[in-house]
């Protein structure tokens, strides 16, 4: 077969290959990770530290890998910039929850719930990803939230979330969230952060997801 | 010519075949490829046929994923529908199916739920999919979401799917937010070689649906 040569640095410094390599036909592309040490936010805005968030993709996909909090029973958050450099776009949304314990002891109407208490209408508050998320060594949050088109200027922008966390009652929890910020104005910053405390460590990272 | 003073390497097609890094290559993207996008305007349907303009719906792929991104309806009160194609022109494959939704009220109020729909789901019925709630014809409002299709060039087995959709959806002249939750099975051994998307009534008036394979 034919040899080709090429030295270190050709390979080092590859950003992309031929269709046939798989490297041009990925509809998903990682944008940016973010990794918490002790972070009081994790923020993702548009044009800056590389981060893409306009129109150059349809949706966008964010991936929470193992969020540890640093106090226990925190709860991981959400919110959208849309104009000015406050996170306060008006939501209304909608969350429920399963819910299962280590040692099985939950009654039965645990184990399935709207949570009446975590849901936005209209406010311009944080939107809670999760209840509260145990702070053990091996306690942590994972899961991902599709954001709808953040670059119109004509439709609210949705968003879906769904992640698993270890409950600070030694529980699965299994939690949806989705939503739309009511507003016209383009989304061109997300900013994730705890109820109370730092995010102590854990990975987010933003994918576009290509529509040509 | 002179060569940089580093390493040289030789590699042939096996060489390139079995690396696994290639500088600042992620892996990932390669793993959800774009097929075709339609975009709605005042369109009744919305099909994509394998093997018609440019859509690829056969084994190339085990899973297919559409993506809604503001589904604009045109008449206001009516639900956007999903159906599939075994075989023949008509989109008539039967299915069993479950929907749950959840919602909230725009005004707060504590009208709010999470809710199983009988009158949403399918059972043994050639009928559409409804997957999102009634629609809201405000010039802001719109459906988001999405379609895994699992297999759908199988003989063998039913053809199993899951939507997830997002909307602003009118309930009582209130908007709410609406979260739709659909899944099923086209009890079909006949191979689905297209999928249609349709309002319940009057078209879509605007809007995108892109569809992917996954490899």
Same mark, same amino acid.
């Given at each position: 077969?034919?040899?080709?040569?090429?030295?270190?640095?050709?390979?080092?410094?590859?950003?992309?290959?031929?269709?046939?390599?798989?490297?041009?036909?990925?509809?998903?592309? %990682?944008?940016?990770?973010?990794?918490? #040490?002790?972070?009081?936010?994790?923020s993702f805005v548009d044009g800056t530290d590389s981060v893409v968030l306009d129109d150059t993709y349809p949706i966008y996909k964010f991936e929470y890998i193992n969020i540890h909090p640093a106090t226990d029973g925190a709860r991981f958050s959400v919110n959208?910039?849309?104009?000015?450099? #406050?996170?306060?776009?008006?939501?209304?949304?909608?969350?429920?929850a399963t819910y299962h314990q280590e040692d099985d002891g939950e009654s039965s109407g645990d184990r399935f719930a709207y949570q009446s208490g975590a849901d936005l209408a209209q406010s311009t508050g944080v939107q809670r990803l999760t209840s509260s998320i145990?702070?053990?060594?091996?306690?942590?949050?994972?899961?991902?939230?599709? %954001?709808?088109?953040? #670059?119109?200027?004509?439709?609210?922008?949705?968003?879906?979330?769904?992640?698993?966390?270890v409950h600070d009652a030694s529980a699965n929890q299994d939690s949806f969230v989705a939503g739309y910020c009511n507003v016209t104005a383009a989304i061109d910053g997300v900013q994730f952060s705890m109820n109370s405390g730092n995010i102590d460590a854990g990975?987010?990272?933003?994918?576009?997801?290509?529509?040509? | 010519? @002179?060569?940089?003073?580093?390493?040289?390497?030789?590699?042939?097609?096996?060489?390139?075949?079995?690396?696994?890094?290639? =500088?600042?290559?992620?892996?990932? =993207?390669?793993?959800?490829?774009?097929?075709?996008?339609?975009? $709605?305007?005042?369109?009744?349907?919305?099909?994509?046929?394998?093997?018609?303009?440019?859509?690829?719906?056969?084994?190339?792929?085990?899973?297919?994923?559409?993506?809604?991104?503001?589904?604009?309806?045109?008449?206001?009160?009516? @639900?956007?529908?999903?159906?599939?194609?075994?075989?023949?022109?008509?989109?008539?494959?039967?299915?069993?199916?479950?929907?749950?939704?959840?919602?909230?009220?725009?005004?707060? /109020? =504590?009208?709010?739920?999470?809710?199983?729909?009988?009158?949403?789901?399918? $059972?043994?019925?050639?009928? $559409?999919?409804?997957?999102?709630?009634?629609?809201?014809?405000?010039?802001?409002?719109?459906?988001?979401?999405?379609?895994?299709?699992?297999?759908?060039?199988?003989?063998?087995?039913?053809?199993?799917?899951?939507?997830?959709?997002?909307?602003?959806?009118?309930?009582?002249?209130?908007?709410?937010?609406?979260?739709?939750?659909?899944?099923?099975?086209?009890?079909?051994?006949?191979?689905?070689?297209?999928?249609?998307?349709?309002?319940?009534? /009057?078209?879509?008036?605007?809007?995108?649906?892109?569809?992917?394979?996954?490899?």
């Open positions: 077969m034919a040899l080709v040569k090429y030295n270190d640095r050709s390979l080092k410094d590859l950003t992309t290959t031929p269709a046939a390599a798989g490297g041009d036909t990925g509809a998903l592309v %990682l944008i940016k990770t973010l990794t918490a #040490s002790s972070s009081g936010t994790l959208f910039r849309d104009g000015g450099s #406050s996170y306060d776009a008006t939501k209304t949304t909608t969350m429920f145990g702070n053990a060594d091996d306690e942590t949050y994972s899961g991902e939230l599709f %954001l709808f088109n953040p #670059s119109s200027t004509t439709f609210v922008k949705h968003f879906i979330s769904r992640g698993s966390s990975k987010i990272k933003l994918y576009g997801i290509k529509d040509a | 010519m @002179t060569l940089p003073a580093e390493k040289l390497i030789t590699i042939n097609d096996r060489g390139a075949r079995v690396a696994t890094t290639f =500088g600042s290559l992620t892996s990932g =993207g390669a793993n959800m490829v774009f097929i075709k996008k339609l975009t $709605a305007s005042s369109s009744a349907t919305l099909s994509f046929v394998d093997g018609a303009s440019s859509v690829v719906l056969d084994n190339t792929y085990k899973e297919y994923v559409f993506t809604f991104k503001n589904i604009h309806a045109a008449t206001s009160g009516q @639900t956007f529908t999903v159906n599939f194609r075994d075989g023949g022109t008509n989109y008539d494959a039967t299915k069993t199916t479950t929907y749950f939704l959840t919602y909230q009220d725009e005004a707060g /109020g =504590g009208d709010v739920a999470v809710s199983y729909i009988t009158s949403k789901d399918l $059972a043994q019925s050639t009928s $559409a999919q409804i997957i999102s709630q009634d629609t809201n014809v405000d010039n802001d409002a719109s459906i988001s979401g999405y379609l895994h299709l699992f297999n759908p060039s199988s003989t063998t087995f039913v053809k199993h799917f899951i939507a997830n959709t997002q909307s602003m959806n009118l309930s009582s002249g209130n908007p709410y937010s609406y979260q739709a939750f659909i899944a099923g099975y086209c009890n079909v051994t006949a191979a689905i070689d297209g999928v249609q998307f349709a309002m319940s009534s /009057g078209n879509i008036d605007a809007g995108d649906i892109c569809l992917y394979g996954i490899l």
